[in-house]
């Protein structure tokens, strides 16, 4: 068995989320993905993401992995899933990783994209690609509220309810705003996120940007651990998987065989 | 009755296109907005457009015309409708024009506009909006091409069989090709297109871009009316209305009312 590592594209807009959902009528990524191995293989193929996304949550890289055992060549999976799967999911790469490997565990540091589109004109264009938000924003509050989150803290004010973590401290290594025309994108980078972390916090970021949340109330909740001194949750369609990275030693294929 | 201008801009890739089909199961332009005026005003409204776009085509700005019996005033047009209507069809603009005016008949130019992605990397959240070319392009080539269109020529070689077009004698004003990273921005503008002329164009310019046709051609299509010379027509996912001018004196109401 060979132990498959894909990268995986896909537009959020058209899914019920990553993962297979009871109802058989959902579409998820997980089941587009898993319908193409078989149709190639001809085998039950199970995938594994480093992360489950939202329904209309977005990858622009996607780690996927699974076991397989076909006789397919390694670089033959991009093309071949791509002629299988629908247009909304592409496969941007395929290698062969060590048996150890563990898509989920061995993750190091993952990079979301959080994109706003900052108008009150109408664009249908966009609507399903990010958050749209017509109200005038302050960056000199925005940046200040961004900063307080970078570091290593207690998110637990950070997470939606109903998420199993036990462990709620984590580490935001950036925090970066980039207004670019109408646009403002924001990047996250940390050692790992809890359930809805990034959206509330783009939430949060916002509200402080509107003048509607004094910066201090961040530093409050991140004390105290209340969910309610915080914005709301932003919008799934605005979010984005931009990156999850691994260690060299853990994606290279141990050439140190028994002869 | 008053005599209204509304400026639509819709993402074509949920619709059969703008005209109300027979098949009363698909998707139309015309029909999410007659639904939207119908459930407004309480009265069955017939919209015109400046011109049918094809399933798959996008509009930016695409004026329609229609007469209102309501008294709902002209400027509640835009947030009322935008309410009633589909995210993929936002009504941008209103206004009320002389009853003289016609949509179709007083249109002096259109703009297109067409996109296309050079780039063999596959991409799930452009599907929709470009053509995506993975060939490498001579830009020079293509510049040559587009020269050779501009001005008064017989284009009926530029249009799709199935056409009722009598008269195929059209001027473009300007066909202007802008790279930009790894897109590529084709605009004509015109005083009027032939049915898919816009896309047969774009099909040929980059046939010649790829090298495979030679600009003569082109000189000889427009010479003969030969269809077979020129190149493919360009998928409807990249194409664009842009814009429609119609003359001032057209489009202002007359004030000069009799007391």
């Known amino acids: 068995m060979k132990n498959v590592l894909l990268t995986v594209a896909y537009d959020g807009s058209g899914f019920s989320g990553w993962q297979i959902q009871e109802k058989k009528d959902q579409r998820t990524v997980q089941g587009e993905l898993e319908k193409a191995l078989m149709r190639l293989t001809g085998q039950t193929v199970r995938v594994l993401a480093s992360g489950r996304t939202d329904a209309g949550v977005h990858a622009l890289a996607q780690p996927v992995q699974f076991s397989d055992g076909s006789t397919i060549p390694v670089e033959a999976f991009v093309p071949a899933l791509n002629s299988a799967l629908p247009q909304d999911v ?38 399903n690609f990010c958050w749209q938000y017509p109200y005038p924003v302050n960056f000199r509050a925005l940046e200040k509220s961004a900063t307080l989150l970078e570091g290593t803290h207690d998110f637990r004010a950070f997470c939606a309810s109903g998420s199993s973590a036990r462990n709620f401290v984590r580490t935001i290594y950036r925090l970066s705003l980039e207004p670019a025309d109408r646009m403002l994108e924001i990047r996250v980078r940390g050692n790992g996120f809890l359930y809805n972390m990034v959206r509330i916090i783009v939430g949060t970021l916002m509200m402080a940007g509107q003048g509607r949340l004094e910066p201090e109330r961040i530093t409050e909740a991140l004390e105290t651990g209340r969910r309610d001194l915080l914005g709301p949750t932003a919008p799934p369609r605005g979010l984005y998987l931009q990156e999850v990275e691994y260690p060299e030693q853990c994606l290279n294929q141990d050439r140190n065989l028994p002869e």
């Open 90 to 127: 592409r496969v941007m790469g395929a290698r062969q990783v060590p048996e150890e490997f563990h898509v989920i565990r061995d993750a190091v540091a993952k990079t979301y994209l959080y994109r706003i589109r900052l108008s009150a004109d109408p664009d249908p264009f966009t609507r």
